[in-house]
């Protein structure tokens, strides 16, 4: 079976660095994605991980450990519209599964 | 990189009608999906709408409650039929592109009243 398990909610602060972990099984294996989704708007895609290691795109960058169905996504330099909900999906042998996404909260 | 339009963006349903969702795409995609986003919840992906054949569905999702068009490689329709209030939810048209990157249309907010 699918399942992706990542923390509900996480709070951070202005000018701050967050990390989003996010752990997944699947039946089979081809490719780790991060999506941003802001309330009441379609998801956008940040960052796509298929093989081990870290994918930097300036502020964001997506870490991914194919041995321990482990991946992580690292918010620098946080600013307030980064306020959204981010959601981990795995694709498998075919479909994408989703997460049931991090609420992100980015204060002053 | 695919633009989507979706349409309509919400709309209020009462219980026992259908509402079919429309689904544009700028350029031509072998693969379309349909997800359903319930609050505080993930994508649910409903079925793969496959062209010039009937769409897969997920488990727990049935061609007499989701029937899925796609005449062509730029569009696709949703209708959700027979609707109660559990129906309420955003429904989301999805793309992939050669690089198996995902793009979404802008949603359809549906309350069933």
């Known amino acids: 079976g699918q399942n992706i398990d990542q923390p509900t909610e996480m709070t951070a602060t202005e000018g701050a660095i967050v990390q989003i972990n996010c752990t997944y099984q699947t039946s089979g294996f081809n490719g780790l994605f991060w999506y941003q989704q802001h309330a009441g708007e379609a998801p956008t895609f940040l960052s796509y991980?298929?093989?081990?290691g870290l994918e930097e795109k300036g502020r964001f960058s997506s870490f991914l450990s194919r041995s321990k169905g482990y991946s992580y996504l690292l918010l620098k330099e946080l600013q307030m519209k980064d306020s959204a909900s981010y959601l981990c999906?795995?694709?498998?042998?075919?479909?994408?599964?989703f997460g049931k996404g991090t609420m992100l909260l980015v204060s002053p | 990189s695919a633009v989507i339009s979706q349409k309509p963006s919400r709309d209020i349903c009462q219980r026992g009608t259908s509402l079919t969702i429309q689904c544009q795409v700028d350029s031509q995609v072998t693969m379309m999906f349909w997800y359903r986003q319930q609050p505080g919840q993930s994508l649910t992906l409903i079925a793969t709408?496959?062209?010039?054949?009937?769409?897969?569905?997920e488990s727990g999702f049935v061609i007499d409650k989701f029937p899925i068009s796609r005449p062509n490689l730029t569009f696709s329709t949703l209708t959700v039929s027979n609707m109660s209030p559990e129906d309420s939810s955003i429904y989301l048209c999805s793309v992939e592109d050669t690089t198996t990157e995902a793009f979404f249309g802008q949603g359809t907010r549906l309350t069933v009243v």
């Open positions: 991980n298929v093989l081990d």
């Open positions: 709408a496959n062209q010039g054949s009937e769409a897969t569905y």
């Open positions: 999906a795995a694709r498998g042998d075919s479909t994408l599964t």
